[in-house]
T-cell receptor, first 111, second 115 residues
Framework: TQLLEQSPQFLSIQEGENLTVYCNSS?????LQWYRQEPGEGPVLLVTVVTGGEVKKLKRLTFQFGDARKDSSLHITAAQPGDTGLYLC???????????FGDGTTLTVKP | DAGITQSPRYKITETGRQVTLMCHQT?????MFWYRQDLGHGLRLIYYSAAADITDKGEVPDGYVVSRSKTENFPLTLESATRSQTSVYFC??????????????FGEGSRLTVL
């Protein structure tokens, strides 16, 4: 059973379009992180959210943590080819010291 | 250079052979992790360690062995490699505490092929 469900699995859009990626679970997380991974490299942290209802912005990226701390979304405004990559959400339950990852969303932004 | 390094980056081996993947970090992070990444499965936790001499199983520990005699090193051993262990393996480290977010710092990965 997958603890974290990410959707969509694949997304291909044109430069300038907006998109949203979702990360859902039936579990409550003490914290949730979003990572971006490029081919041949390890994931790199984009943001950590810890408070229910929290919204964080990172340039054109907006991250939201659900009020119940069971879900999160990543919204990209005016996507650029440089946004292409694998986006992963990772959640930690009850400060257990370990994170569980979703299966990821592969984003392709065409020029 | 500071960071987390994995070796080898690429390894081809045969079924039944023992393989050890090395991981070294220079930050003195207390936590270290081994994940495997396969198409369609994202990152799955194999083993993790909260400190030297403390290790614990993750989601998919079968067929793997770890040790952590020193804080900076966390080797992963496949005692008798199987084709299903063909994957990309990522080592990561993190720090815990009131001022830490639990961010995982990843190595560049070790691509293992078992023939």
């Amino acid at each position: 059973t997958q603890l974290l469900e990410q959707s969509p699995q694949f997304l291909s859009i044109q430069e300038g379009e907006n998109l949203t990626v979702y990360c859902n679970s039936s579990s409550v997380f003490s914290s949730l992180q979003w990572y971006r991974q490029e081919p041949g490299e390890g994931p790199v942290l984009l943001v950590t959210v810890v408070t229910g209802g929290e919204v964080k912005k990172l340039k054109r990226l907006t991250f939201q943590f659900g009020d119940a701390r069971k879900d999160s979304s990543l919204h990209i405004t005016a996507a650029q080819p440089g946004d292409t990559g694998l986006y992963l959400c990772a959640g930690e339950v009850s400060n257990a010291g370990k994170s569980t990852f979703g299966d990821g969303t592969t984003l392709t932004v065409k020029p | 250079d500071a960071g987390i390094t994995q070796s080898p980056r690429y390894k081809i081996t045969e079924t039944g052979r023992q393989v050890t993947l090395m991981c070294h970090q220079t930050w003195s992070h207390s936590y270290m992790f081994w994940y495997r990444q396969d198409l369609g499965h994202g990152l799955r936790l194999i083993y993790y360690s909260a400190a030297a001499d403390i290790t614990d199983k993750g989601e998919v520990p079968d067929g793997y062995v770890v040790s952590r005699s020193k804080t900076e090193n966390f080797p992963l051993t496949l005692e008798s490699a199987t084709r299903s262990q063909t994957s990309v393996y990522f080592c990561a480290s993190s720090e815990r505490g009131p001022v830490h977010t639990g961010e995982l710092f990843f190595g560049e990965g070790s691509r293992l092929t078992v023939l």
